[in-house]
C-alpha cells in the first residue's frame, strides 16, 4: 500500500498552524488547532536531541499530543466507506481501527522531517462554515517562491472540544483518498486483506 502524499503534506501543513494563528476566543476550534500545533513544536524542539537517536520517540509525541486533536473513530468510518464499514464483523471494525489510528500515528510521525516553517494564513469563520456540531476552518498555506495552497480543515465538536476528521488539500479530500484507496484492497480481497496490507504497510512504516 503506497504511503498517501497528501496526507504527508497535510500534516505537516497542520503542524505548521502556529506560525500565523489569528486571535480567536478558547472556544474556537481554529484556537485549538492552533493551540496543539504550538504544542507539538515546541515538544519536537525541547526533545530534537533526543529524537536523533530514539525515533519512536516523535511517535509517542504524536500520539499524546496530537492523536485527541483526530477524530480517529469517525476518521476511520469515513475511509473505510458506510458499506464496507457496516458488512465489517465487530471485530474487524476494532481491528481496522487500530490499524488505520497506527497508520494515522505513524505518518504525523514521517511528516515532521518535511516541516520547513511554512506559514499559514487562517480566515475568520463565517456563518456558512458552520453546521451544528461540525465546522469548516479556511486557510491558505503560503510558500516562498510559490503560490498559495489552500488547506480545509473538518472539525466535528466532541463534548465541547473540537476534533479534526477531515483535511482538503487543494481540492483533495484526505477521506476520499483514502477510501478509494482501501476500496481497491476490498475489491481484491475483502477486509481480512485489507487489515493484511494495512498491518504490513504499518510494519514498514516503522522500519
Known amino acids: ?64 499530543i496530537l492523536l485527541p486533536q483526530v477524530n480517529v473513530q469517525l476518521m476511520a468510518k469515513l475511509a473505510l466507506g458506510r458499506n464496507a464499514w457496516n458488512a465489517a464483523t465487530p471485530d474487524q471494525q476494532t481491528a481496522f481501527t487500530a490499524a488505520f489510528t497506527t497508520l494515522m500515528i505513524r505518518t504525523y510521525a514521517s511528516a515532521f522531517a518535511a516541516y520547513t516553517d511554512e506559514q499559514v494564513k487562517f480566515y475568520p469563520l463565517r456563518p456558512g462554515e458552520i453546521d451544528g456540531d461540525r465546522v469548516q476552518v479556511k486557510s491558505d498555506v503560503l510558500q516562498s517562491g510559490g503560490p498559495a495552497i489552500p488547506v480545509n480543515y473538518r472539525l466535528l465538536s466532541n463534548n465541547g472540544d473540537w476534533q479534526v476528521y477531515d483535511i482538503n488539500v487543494d481540492g483533495v479530500s484526505l477521506i476520499q483518498s483514502f477510501r478509494s484507496q482501501f476500496a481497491n484492497e476490498l475489491n481484491q480481497g475483502g477486509m481480512d486483506q485489507l487489515l493484511t496490507a494495512l498491518n504490513q504497510h504499518n510494519a514498514e512504516m516503522k522500519k
Open 1 to 64: 500500500m503506497n504511503r498517501l502524499k497528501g496526507l504527508k503534506r497535510a500534516l505537516v501543513l497542520f503542524l505548521s498552524m502556529s506560525v500565523l494563528s489569528l486571535a480567536f476566543a478558547s472556544s474556537d476550534p481554529v484556537a485549538e488547532l492552533s493551540g496543539t500545533a504550538d504544542q507539538m513544536i515546541a515538544a519536537l524542539k525541547t526533545n530534537q536531541s533526543q529524537i536523533k537517536t530514539q525515533p519512536s520517540l516523535v511517535e509517542d509525541l504524536a500520539r499524546n
